[in-house]
């Protein structure tokens, strides 16, 4: 089983700047995994930020998300990392992280990020 472990959420003011880290409870990534970051505002459906694999680093944002979100990963640390610069009120929401590894999708429990302005 892969329990994917958001953190880093907490309340912030417009303007700065957030990191989040994703890591597998109790377990490790692995090669041919990809981590994909969602989020979700108050009131609306999850939306994706963008994706990183694994092994390669390999980086995919949506187009709505570049510019001011960062994803990459920390092979030793065996973290994926979101980092988010100029926040605005818009940004708050529940910010996910999944793990797809051998076509099975895990999501994590989410972290709370709550932009003020």
């Known amino acids: 089983q892969v329990q994917p472990a958001e953190s880093g959420g907490g309340v912030v003011q417009a303007g700065d700047s957030l990191t989040l880290s994703c890591s597998v409870s109790?377990?490790?990534?692995?090669?041919?995994?990809?981590v994909a970051w969602y989020r979700q505002a108050p009131g609306k459906e999850r939306e994706v930020i963008g994706t990183i694999t694994w092994d390669a680093g390999s980086r995919h944002y949506a187009d709505s998300m570049r510019g001011r979100f960062t994803i990459y990963r920390n092979y030793h640390e065996n973290r994926a990392w979101l980092h988010m610069n100029g926040l605005k009120p818009e940004d708050t929401g529940i910010y996910y992280c999944d793990v797809r590894r051998d076509y099975i999708v895990y999501w994590g429990q989410g972290t709370r990020v709550t932009v003020s302005s």
């Open positions: 109790g377990g490790t990534f692995v090669g041919d995994d990809m």
